[in-house]
């Protein structure tokens, strides 16, 4: 039976005999320049404990420290994260709904801005959250953390909350119609409609986009190292490598810090999607004769 794809054709002997021998080629190429690699690092002496033992050596005299200041910066990029993530949450969610709620003429200033915050890089909003505020008179620095942190805040919740909003917006209009037309028929108003009705469903819907939106502005906190001192986990690495002369692998480290973080953000939107579907397939269903059981259970 032919193989079949909706991305492109199935290929014939000739193409899959091309495309293995292209791939041999390439794993041969990835490996020589990866051994090339491995060896000039050898040369450099970076593979030595002199370089490596005060990030995993517990036992080197500056473990300790080194590790309270990855620590700090851990600490102050999920704080920033967190502040943005639920400011961008929020504010995009109120966005969303006061456009899917006015008229075609309402709508055109939230449309405009929108597109104006969407097209510019979250680099110029940072800058401008951290160096043109104090400038026009919004002096952050009497706030906990100061004007770095809520000057960073400010330009990730400004990008990301009409991210969100658009999200959001696409997760309500994803609805079937008649979902919000029964719910006016019950007599629940358009507001009680969108907040107990489709708001729910489209948070659902669109919960791994959510979660994939988190991540980047978990990431973006690092762009506030060229702008400010705010010391997050890119800025403490950096701090480190200054003192330890260590760039590649106080580097490394800090992209696995990274990772971990993020991967287990991810494993967190996996754990509550189970749990939605769980909670879906409990949720009962009427039967033909009108009484009710839980899906899936038994007569």
Request: net charge positive.
């Amino acid at each position: 039976m032919s193989q079949e794809t909706v991305l492109y054709d199935a290929q014939g002997p000739k193409a899959r005999r091309r495309t293995r021998i292209g791939t041999a080629i390439a794993v041969v190429a990835l490996l020589g320049l990866g051994y090339l690699v491995v060896q000039r690092l050898i040369e450099r002496d970076q593979f030595s404990m002199e370089k490596w033992g005060p990030l995993i050596d517990p036992s080197n005299e500056a473990f300790d420290s080194v590790w309270r200041v990855f620590g700090e910066g851990i600490v102050n990029t999920i704080r920033a994260a967190a502040i943005a993530m639920v400011l961008s949450i929020g504010l995009g969610t109120l966005i969303a709904v006061a456009r899917l709620s006015l008229g075609r003429t309402g709508r055109i200033p939230l449309i405009g801005l929108i597109e104006l915050l969407r097209g510019l890089p979250v680099v110029v909003l940072i800058y401008f959250g951290v160096r043109v505020l104090p400038d026009v008179g919004v002096d952050l620095r009497d706030l906990p953390g100061g004007q770095a942190l809520w000057g960073l805040v400010i330009g990730l919740t400004a990008y990301n909350m009409v991210i969100f909003a658009e999200v959001v917006r696409a997760g309500v209009e994803s609805l079937p119609r008649g979902q919000r037309e029964a719910a006016l028929a019950t007599g629940l108003t358009n507001g009680q409609t969108m907040r107990i009705v489709l708001l729910p469903q489209a948070f659902r819907v669109m919960l791994p986009a959510i979660i994939s939106q988190l991540v980047v502005v978990l990431k973006d906190t690092s762009l506030v190292t060229f702008i400010a001192n705010y010391d997050e986990l890119l800025s403490q690495g950096e701090s480190i490598r200054r003192n330890l002369d260590n760039p590649i692998q106080t580097f490394i480290v800090v992209a696995l810090l990274y990772i971990a973080i993020n991967y287990s953000l991810g494993r967190l939107a996996q754990y509550i999607q189970r749990r939605q579907a769980r909670a879906s397939r409990a949720v009962v269903a009427t039967t033909d004769t009108g009484a009710t059981v839980p899906v899936g259970g038994g007569a």
